[in-house]
Structures are given as C-alpha cells and as structure tokens.
C-alpha cells in the first residue's frame, strides 16, 4: 500500500523521505483509510513537534492557540514560518466569511497560512465592490446558472463582450463577435499565437469562495455586490472534514477543499498542464489534522 504515496519517486530521494517522515506521524490503520494519503506533501515534522509541546502563543495577539492563530492569520511560536510550506497560485483568492462563522472551526485561514500573497479574508458585510471587474472574476456556488470550471473562458468571453450592460435579456441579442483575421503581412511566430490564445483561456484573475455554513451562505449570495458574477460549480467530490454539516450531504466540501479541488481543476482544464501536486500543501494543516484527529476517535473506540 506505501508504494501509493512514494509514487513519485522521479523526484528524488528528498520527496521520499518527506513521505516516509509523514507515514511515521500516522499509524498503518489510519494510513490505508487515509484518502489524503496520496498527497506530495512538504514534511509534517513541525507540526508533529508542536503537538507534542502543546499549546502556544500567537506573536501577535499572545493568544493560546494549536499550530496556527486564526483571528491573526499567523503560525504560533513553536511553528517557525520557514518551517510551513508557501503555495503560489495561478490566480488571487478572496474568502467571504459569514461573521457568524466561528474562526477557529474555519479552514479558510489554512489558504491564508500557505498562500499568503495571493489570498484575502474578508469579514462580511466588508466586502470588496467586484461589478467593474466581472468580465475576469468569478464565484464558486452551485446556483442554476453555476457552469463548469472547464467552460470559464467561454463564458468570461460573455461577460466582457456585454461591457457595462447588466441586463442578460438586453444583452443576449448582440451578435456574438467574429474574430478578426489577420493579414498575410501580419503573420505571427506560431508560439505567440499559442501564447496569445492561451491569456485569452486564463483571463480569470480572481475566484470568490464563500466560507460559511449552508445554511448561512444565503444572505452573502444576494447580497448585490455578487449579483452578476460568473459562478462556477466544482466536480462532485467527497468531504474529509471532521466537522461536516449535520444533515448534508458528503459532497459539501470545506472551504480549504474546495479551494485545493477548485484549483486542481482549473490547473488540468484551464491551463492544459498535467497537475504533479503543485497545489498540495494546501492541505498541510488538513490532512494533519485530520489524521489527528481520525487516530484520536480510533484510540477512543478502542478504550
């Protein structure tokens, strides 16, 4: 069953003991029941050492916190920064957080932990104004109109075609642009038209999660700073999060999972590249902590 997550072998020896390190932080059981086991994550080693050290305080407020604070989005003193892997993103993040959502059953500020430059957390109703930028920025909500991630481009296409016009019925009669030919004299380097065709599909910049119970989620979508967005639907995907929603479905992700999934997605479908990982450590603190956490209900069973 190991052979699963050295499977990356081509790598280097380095990425094999970082994942022979994290099979020691879990025990064979929990391994094979584990379905983040496949992940190239960076080595948990820290996290494992500021477990057993317990609590610490946050450099910034002094709070008593478990490897991370959530109100100051900062790792505690026995988590060294340099020791946390940093992800960068092909695009920016923002998290719309219900005020009601309590901050330390959040995932979102993992995203904000590992992807510091290029994610923001807002606390609603402060939220940014988005309507001048919708022809680039999109939402992540299972609405009727929600469309897949693969058809982005097609409908950002849409959206910045109709410019300032809000009305989709006023709009849907203009007749769609042909695109235009170039001349003989303008012949181009073949790798710049792949180039040029390429920021066409990636004209996303920015991706809107929302990080709420559902049952809370319906008083940010109709707020009107979101009307008008692209909204996408992910692929159905199962849910490792210990703390699901009584009552809902195995396919409601956390807000973390849904980022990481989000992005997998968008890497394969959007970019046309092979996905090797590169999103991974995303789930850092995650897949720790649910393996924590799933070892902690194996030992209560047991007794």
Known sequence: QITMSLSSSAQGPK???????????????????????????????????????????????????????????VPVETVPTKEIPTVKLPLKIDIIKHPNETDGKSTAVHAKLLAPDDVTIYKYPCIPEYEEKRHEIALIFPGPNSVSVKDIAFHL??????????????????????????????????????????????????????????NQTNKIITDERLQGLLQIE?????????????????????????????????????????????????????????????NAKCCAGKE
């Open 157 to 214: 296409q849409k959206y910045s075609k109709k410019g300032a016009c809000n009305s989709d019925d006023d709009c849907s009669k203009e007749p769609v642009l042909k695109q235009a030919k170039i001349e003989p004299k303008e012949e181009r380097n073949p790798n710049e038209c792949i180039s040029s065709s390429r920021n066409e599909a990636t004209r996303l910049k920015k991706i809107i999660f929302i990080d709420s119970t559902w």
């Open 15 to 73: 990425r094999s003991t970082e994942c022979l390190e994290s099979l020691e932080l879990q025990t064979p059981s929990s391994f094979q029941d584990n379905p983040l086991q496949q992940l190239q994550l960076a080595s948990q080693e820290v996290l494992e050492k500021a477990k057993k050290s317990g609590r610490s305080k946050c450099p910034r407020c002094s709070s008593s916190r478990m490897f991370y604070c959530y109100t100051c989005f």
């Open 234 to 294: 992910l692929k159905t995907r199962k849910t490792c999060f210990w703390r699901h929603q009584k009552g809902k479905p195995d396919t409601y992700l956390s807000t973390i999972e849904a980022i990481y999934y989000f992005l997998v997605d968008y890497h394969q479908e959007i970019l046309k590249e092979n996905y090797k990982g590169q999103y991974d450590n995303l789930l850092f603190f995650f897949s720790f902590m649910y393996t924590l956490i799933k």
